[in-house]
């Protein structure tokens, strides 16, 4: 069974105090810190950038999981400073190339990850698997937080792991992101996913502090 891990989204940081919130997740056993590039044509929003993501690799030696939520990608991850072990990114609906996309993130020192948005059928993953160390499912439509889980996603997420168990593939890991928050982060869970982006709803909620939110969190997928 693959480690479950969680990847904050540092989106929903505070940014007035983020070196104090780096060191809290460091703290914390935090595996990944997740980080969302939107270009605001892939999806209707701007967030963060290159200079963001080197200013972390100074900061901190947690590696990054970097989201890329942008046109043609494949034009593009040289613009990024990754780093060995980040995992990065691509959304199969951007790309045309994901391919060659892919084994540049490899070549780079990064971990290949293929994104899909709710809407986007599993199949797409097929001609691929040789190629990816890990699958992004969205659980709500990108470009913005605060959204509520699309339901059927839980099923996919489900379909997913018996399509990669029965390729041959049961090391490939499932990351899952939108409203991770604990109850729903349990239900992913269950379906197979094993990275969680927490967001507004979990890690960040403001119903607790970081360490207290992730503790929960850690303590509810570990009854799964």
Known sequence: MLKKK????????????????????????????HIDI???????????GTDYIKAL????DIPLDIHLMITEPSD???????????????????D????RTLAAI???????????????????????????????????NPGFAGQKLVPGTLDKIARLRRML?????PDIEIEVDG??????????????????????SSVFSKGGDISGNIKKLRESLTAV
């Open 6 to 33: 969680i990847s904050p989204s540092m989106m929903c940081a505070d940014w007035m105090n983020l070196g104090r919130v780096i060191e809290t997740l460091k703290e914390c056993g935090t595996e990944y810190l």
């Open 38 to 48: 939107m270009d605001g044509v892939f999806v209707r929003n701007y967030t963060l």
């Open 57 to 60: 690799h100074r900061a901190t």
């Open 76 to 94: 593009r991850i040289g613009w990024f400073e990754i780093r060995q072990g980040d995992y990065v990114s691509v959304h199969v609906e951007a």
């Open 96 to 99: 045309r190339h994901i391919q």
């Open 106 to 140: 490899r070549a780079a020192g990064g971990r290949p990850m293929a994104a899909l948005n709710p809407g986007t059928p599993l199949c797409f993953l097929e001609e691929i698997l040789p190629d990816i160390d890990a699958v992004l499912i969205m659980t709500v």
């Open 165 to 169: 168990d029965e390729a041959g593939r």
């Open 179 to 200: 409203n991770v928050s604990f109850e729903n982060a349990v239900k992913m869970s269950d379906a197979g996913a094993n990275i969680f982006v927490c967001g507004s």
